[in-house]
């Protein structure tokens, strides 16, 4: 089976780390319920205002109904204000797979 891994990385203004960590404490609890999402983890850069957040998937089409259903909600202009050059330049998405080597 694929493993599919998402590596969003969220660059935060330094002043917003905090309404960020809030609100995605917040929106976490929709998306580790969405179907496909196996699990999500956060992690926090300790030298720059950067977040990371490692997904699981069953498949990257699960994924982008999630990303899709995000949109449709307006996660664009809650995340705008707080991200360095707003949304969508302040997030980087990688989809990923693991290599068995």
Known sequence: MIEIKIIAEFGVKEDQAEAFKSMLA?????????EGCKSVDIFEDQEKSI????????????????????????????LSPMLEGGFPEGLVVRKVEKVDI
């Not at 917040?26 to 969405?34: G, Q």
């Not at 449709?72 to 809650?78: A, N, T």
Request: aromatic share 18%.
């Open 26 to 34: 917040s929106a976490l609890v929709e998306t580790r319920s969405f």
């Open 51 to 78: 977040f990371y957040a490692l997904s699981n998937w069953s498949s990257h089409s699960d994924y982008d109904k999630y990303l899709t259903w995000r949109t449709e909600q307006g996660i664009g202009d809650l």
